[in-house]
């Protein structure tokens, strides 16, 4: 029996292809400022490891450890992350003319949202890396679950956070001991910020793809859709979408699945990216057909996660869309909270009101007849509405 834990390789460049290795600490590209991508030996997964033999494990991300970057297991951080419901919405459905309609509901990761899951595999490999302080800018949920990971981990954490930022992020982040440093401004200022105490005196980055590991945790999604429907893939996938690491991520593990030959149907789902029509700089930069997105002034949007002015991966993020012949949508603030409570009042599911958002853009992409009835269509819920009860925008 095979016992690899992972078959990490080493690490490409997105942009210009340079490799680097995997054992050591790295951000970005120095040399073209872009993402860097993971790889694993996936012929040799291909040749050891049975895909049914997964499925019998004991539930949570880290069951797919092979395609994870943790070499030891002893480096594992976790709190239970990942195997959250696919539920169908039946009652959506009929009042949609759907046959087939479905939520990923990441609510019930720990921390919340589905930032657990990034931040999992991000603060595991910091471990095993030798990292003792981490640092994040965030718009909220990122934040929490870096703080906890970093908790459970042993380290030291940082956090820059804008002043308007729900309070729970802020609460959750402090009481697992992180630094909170709230900020006049955007997700972009904080950034700039964390970059600036990073560099200066030798924190971890793990802002969103200026580490190459926090998509790692996220492609398990797109394992676990996979797996759900039987080694097929939905039709389409509706996701809202603030740095974009999850719909990157999935858009590498269905490129991994089929290396690894796992996928009875090949055929790969329509992407749709959404965001909020104060903060739009995908569906913009979609329409122009441009591959990459410019940076959009004045943001604002009650979804604190999608209210990100410029993703650092937008060139992937619209790669992934115009790949996958999939579109972007942006939806007003007051469209986005009517499906909150429409979703709660069908289905019994108080979404974030990033996830509500993808309830808001399918509405519209019916209208525009872009979606099929009998299509095999998954929402994202990437998080628990509880944590912006007392958040205005």
Known sequence: MNTQHSYL????????????????????????????IVQYDLDSIRSHIDRDEITRRPKGMWRWHEVLPVVDKQNQITLGEGDCALLSLNNLSKTLGLTNLYVKEESSNPTGSFKA?????????????????????????????????????????MIYMPKDTPKANIEESRIAGAEVILIDGLISDAAGMAGVKAREEGWFDVSTFKEPYRAEGKKIMGYELAESFGWELPDV????????????????????????GWLNKTKRPRMVSVQATGCAPIPLAFQKKAMFCDFWTGAHTIASGLRVPKSFADQLILKCLYESNGTAIAV????????????AKAEGIFAAPEGAATLAALKDLINQKW????????????????KYLDHTG
């Open 9 to 36: 390789v080493d690490l490409k460049c997105s942009g210009c292809g340079k490799i680097y290795s995997a054992n050591e600490i790295h951000t970005f590209c120095p040399d073209c400022q872009s993402t860097l």
């Open 237 to 260: 996938i509706i996701y809202p979408t603030g740095g974009g690491t999850g719909l990157v991520g999935m858009w590498k593990a269905f490129q991994e699945l089929e290396n690894l």
């Open 371 to 386: 979606i099929h009835p009998d299509e095999k269509i998954v929402l994202f819920n990437t998080g628990s509405g509880l």
């Open 332 to 343: 007003e603030d007051e469209a986005l909270m009517q499906a909150q409570q429409e979703l």
């Open 117 to 157: 899951r990034g931040l999992s595999a991000a603060v595991s490999k910091a471990k095993e890396l030798g990292v003792k302080k981490v640092i994040i800018p965030t718009a909220g949920n990122a934040g929490g679950a870096m703080a906890s990971y970093a908790a459970r981990a042993g380290m030291q954490a």
